[in-house]
């Protein structure tokens, strides 16, 4: 990697917190497009793009979402206890996809496209509703632990996580509003804290996945590309905090409608290059 994509590649991360900061979007569903196409120009092998990307792509949403659930959790919009037990229970649903659905062959960098591209239009639909999910009016008190709906909600975020290279936020946020009732602001943060251990239990699980093989790039551990991944998700950390700070300044309905307008265009673009 030359100094100038160095540089471009941390710009994106800056752009890509702060944006994620001013509209409440998983970092994920940002980072994930832009390592597939750095691998891309990189001429990454078509047998390691994609794993690559997506193990890369989990170590990148963890470290936002570190920094937004300690954010959260100091204003004590954070349940703790459902947090690590949901995350915990999409461990078995991040192995099982990581070791026999993205390494295999068969799932190639066709089919992620298209994956990629239905998980970033259902972001589009929830940026466009505003992400108002129901939840204000549920209880303030801690919930009591519903085993059966936190591995269903864990299960559902692990495989999206695992198979897309997200932190699983599109299925965490409306599961903690709508399922298991808990009030909306308490929801997000919930849900940063569960992304926190779900890619962290997932990156392991790329590493490990990962080890021995040709192909990757000098700094990678595994299937995760450590040099990459901090220069994308460190200046995505800093611009998340000035994101998150303009948020409570500007009115972010129009910044909604343009992220929408523009994931349109990015899944348009991985279904052409799918079928290209």
């Known amino acids: 990697m030359t100094v100038m994509q160095a540089v471009w590649l941390a710009v994106a991360g800056l752009?890509?917190?702060?944006?994620?900061?001013?509209?409440?979007?998983?970092?994920?569903?940002?980072?994930?497009?832009?390592?597939?196409?750095?691998?891309?120009?990189?001429?990454?092998p078509e047998a390691v793009r994609t794993p690559l990307?997506?193990?890369?792509?989990?170590?990148?949403?963890?470290?936002?979402?570190?920094?937004?659930a300690g954010h959260h959790l100091r204003k004590g919009a954070v349940w703790p206890r459902m947090a690590l037990g949901v995350g915990m229970a999409s461990a078995g649903a991040v192995g099982v996809v990581s070791r026999f659905v993205v390494t295999q062959s068969w799932y190639d960098?066709?089919?992620?496209?298209?994956?990629?591209?239905?998980?970033?239009?259902?972001v589009v639909v929830r940026m466009v509703r505003g992400a108002q999910e129901s939840g204000e009016n549920a209880e303030a008190n801690a919930p009591e632990p519903r085993w059966g709906r936190w591995v269903g909600t864990g299960s559902a975020?692990?495989?999206?996580?695992?198979?897309?290279?997200v932190g699983g936020g599109v299925v965490l946020v409306p599961a903690y509003s709508r399922w298991l009732?808990?009030?909306?602001?308490?929801?997000?943060?919930?849900?940063?804290?569960?992304?926190?251990?779900?890619?962290?239990?997932?990156?392991?699980?790329?590493?490990?996945?990962?080890?021995?093989?040709?192909?990757?790039?000098?700094?990678?551990l595994g299937y995760v590309d450590v040099g990459t991944g901090?220069?994308?998700?460190?200046?995505?950390?800093?611009?998340?905090?000035?994101?998150?700070?303009?948020a409570h300044r500007w009115a972010?309905?129009?910044?909604?409608?343009?992220?929408?307008?523009?994931?349109?265009?990015?899944?348009?673009?991985?279904?052409w290059g799918a079928f290209g």
């Open 109 to 122: 960098n066709s089919l992620f496209q298209l994956l990629f591209a239905a998980v970033l239009l259902v």
């Open 53 to 68: 990307t997506v193990g890369t792509g989990l170590f990148c949403t963890g470290i936002a979402a570190g920094a937004s």
């Open 15 to 44: 752009g890509a917190g702060v944006l994620a900061g001013l509209v409440g979007i998983g970092g994920g569903v940002i980072f994930t497009p832009v390592l597939f196409a750095v691998y891309g120009v990189l001429d990454v």
């Open 181 to 220: 009732r808990l009030p909306l602001h308490r929801a997000v943060g919930t849900s940063s804290a569960t992304i926190l251990v779900i890619s962290t239990l997932s990156t392991a699980a790329y590493v490990w996945l990962g080890v021995g093989l040709d192909g990757r790039p000098a700094l990678a």
């Open 252 to 271: 972010t309905r129009w910044l909604r409608w343009a992220f929408a307008a523009l994931a349109v265009v990015v899944a348009g673009r991985l279904v």
């Open 157 to 165: 975020a692990g495989a999206v996580a695992a198979a897309v290279g």
């Open 230 to 246: 901090l220069l994308l998700a460190g200046p995505a950390v800093v611009g998340a905090q000035v994101g998150a700070a303009l």
